[in-house]
């Protein structure tokens, strides 16, 4: 494991305690922060079992559960022949189950999935074991809790689905999501010793937007029936999201299909945004003629997964294809909170200029719809009336500063507000007045997406722009603490 205490900075290095550890880590965290947790395959002699670790000091030491276990800090969740075990928590301010964890695997390809109601301390014997076969499952959880299972077959061509509606308590009946040309994993020029594996990554929309608690998944796929030859296999991205609870799904595709023959993408991850905007990573062989050498390449959505932004390049260098068994290995990973958008992918360029294999973990920091390079703080679409950003820089206690430039000359006031923009919610601010300062820390509450500057120019008139939920810029007033007039400002 590794941890930043520097925004991903600099990391340091610690071992899960008890050893024996193997493959396919997987982390979450409590929605408090107080928790984090991780699992992993573990005791590996033939097969795996399931292991599972608490954080309670944000991931320095992995001893947490002992606590309530003296000396025992690790839950086995199962005992034999696990594989490829996703985590996620519920994380919905409005769930009646939130903070519950969901833990799915498979074992023999029969799909598992077990939940803890107690941070990580108890889990339920499998709330969900059954078939159709398949493996690389992944959960999402709406704004109500309800939880989607999802993964592909892989005695089948299908992806498959499964919702509960009392918090992983129990499930009902499966869904067919999609129909595949392939499944299991598939070889490719750039993987053809590991092969490009079928696994979803799921999100669902916990916003207040205009698609609001729609689910979505992202997997691989090739463009024909699978074959045995790499070079015959091409691979594509494919998204597919649901307005109705999962009981009908729509799938579009994040990339461009003109050049499908000639270029492969691969091993996605999907996250969606507090505004609701849905981001995607996958690796991309359009640099590389011969189809082994990859990039990570980044889309986006504002509707809903039903178009999406041209891709960027994230990386800066193409990452070759090595003689390695793991090659690029089984997954990439990407997630979002506040602004702060990191993927997180396998690279195999040499750093030091030379030919060697060269594997190792990376990350890229993402400026939200707009591609690689990431930034800091700044909320884009935010500005004040003069057009100057509202820098918002998030500090070391978890806190927020806001600083911006005056407005509408001198004796101007300020009133800092929170809350999504679809309607601004004048009875819940967070500071009323600045009394002229054009500076503030404010700490975030669990839920809150969006910060505010409203200028007043001293003779009781206000207005600034604030980006709604829907990416859009709009005049907005409040009548909270100011008078609700606009115009006296440019």
Known sequence: MHYSTDGGATWTQVDLPLGGTCCD??????????????????????????????????????????????????????????????????HSPTSPYKDTIYLAWHKWNVMRLSRSTDFGNTWSTWVFSGTPLGLGADVATDRAGNVYYAWPGSDSLEVHVSKSTDGGASFGPLVTVATNNASFSFPLPSMESREAAMYISADADTSDGPYADSVYLAWTDTTAPESTVPSENHARIRVAYSRDGGDTWTVTTPHETADEL?????????????????????????RSPDRTAVDVF????????????????????????????????D?????????DLVAIFTDNRSEGGGTGDSIDVYAAGITPGGGGGGGAGRIPGSRNVTGTPLTITRLGNGDLQLDWSAVCGAGSDYGVYDGVLTVLDDTNPVQCSTGGATSTTLTPAAGDRFYLVVANDGAGAEGSYGRRSDDSERPVSASACFPQSIGACP
């Open 25 to 90: 880590p997987t982390v979450e965290w409590s929605t408090d922060g107080k928790y984090a947790y991780t699992a992993t395959l573990g005791g590996c002699i033939v097969f795996c079992e399931l292991w599972f670790y608490r954080s309670d000091d944000g991931g320095m030491t992995w001893t947490g559960l002992e606590s309530v276990t003296p000396g025992d800090p690790r839950r086995e969740i199962e005992t034999s022949f696990a594989d490829r075990e996703y985590l996620h928590v519920d």
């Open 262 to 286: 000639t270029v492969d993408r691969w091993q996605p991850f999907l996250a969606v945004g507090p505004d609701g905007t849905v981001h995607v990573i996958f690796n991309d062989t359009r």
């Open 298 to 329: 980044y889309s986006h959505s504002t509707d809903g997964g039903q178009t999406w932004s041209t891709p960027e390049r994230v990386t800066s260098e193409l990452s070759p294809n090595i003689d390695d068994s793991f090659e690029f290995g």
């Open 331 to 339: 997954y990439s990973g990407l997630d979002i909170v506040m602004n």
